[in-house]
């Protein structure tokens, strides 16, 4: 059964701190990872998107890991603003033609000044 | 660009009133369309997703029901609302493959059954 774990499930960190969330997944065979940002009563936004050739992607502060052999991923979040509270939901797909991508929790970050 | 539209933003419906929302996409054609639920605190819940005019699978047995009259147009509906149909619903599309393939989400409908 494909899954997508998330750790921790909610973190508070410090405004200017760096952090990082963790996704773990079984999905196979992959195809593609997506961590996408939510702010409260938003719809889910793309930050980053890494296929299976890929190990490191960056979207300005964020930056996403893929190690496809451990199924992990990771996203760093620099120098940490106030307005980086929000969910951060991970999304594997399988490749092989299913629409339906596999959707982690989410971990909920709070940024404290 | 491609654009998606959701409404309304929010709801606050009886129990047992029915329901509709919108979604609308623009700048795309032949898109995959979703809808998704997600309760406070907890994951996204898939319901429909539809892939042509006219074709609707259901992920879960529920109260509520969808309908793709138009190719860019998904409609979320119920004809008598439950107090567990509360939560924040959303739509979102997706091309229909490739590498790149993920989605784009609306903004959300909070729906408040009461």
């Known amino acids: 059964k494909n899954q997508v774990e998330q750790s921790p499930q909610s973190l508070i960190i410090l405004e200017g701190k760096n952090c990082t969330l963790q996704c773990n997944y079984t999905v196979s065979p992959f195809s593609n990872l997506r961590w996408y940002k939510q702010d409260t009563g938003r719809g889910p936004v793309s930050l980053t998107i890494m296929t299976f050739s890929e190990n490191t992607k960056s979207n300005g502060r964020y930056t996403a890991t893929l190690d496809a052999d451990t199924k992990q991923s990771s996203l760093h979040i620099t120098a940490s603003q106030l307005s980086d509270s929000a969910s951060y939901i991970c999304?594997?797909?399988?490749?092989?033609?299913?629409?339906?991508?596999?959707f982690g929790r989410g971990t909920s970050l709070i940024v404290h000044p | 660009s491609q654009t998606i539209h959701q409404w309304p933003a929010t709801l606050v419906q009886p129990v047992g009133s029915p329901l509709s929302l919108e979604c609308t996409v623009e700048g795309t054609s032949n898109p995959n369309l979703y809808w998704y639920r997600q309760a406070a605190g907890r994951g996204l819940q898939l319901l429909f997703y539809s892939v042509g005019i006219g074709q609707i699978s259901s992920e879960v047995p529920q109260n509520l029901s969808a309908s793709r009259p138009q190719d860019r147009q998904f409609i979320l509906s119920s004809k008598k609302l439950l107090l567990s149909d509360s939560g924040f619903y959303l739509c979102a599309w997706s091309i229909a493959a490739g590498p790149s393939y993920g989605y784009t989400f609306g903004s959300g409908t909070r729906l408040t059954v009461v």
């Open positions: 999304v594997v797909r399988a490749s092989g033609g299913s629409y339906i991508p596999t």
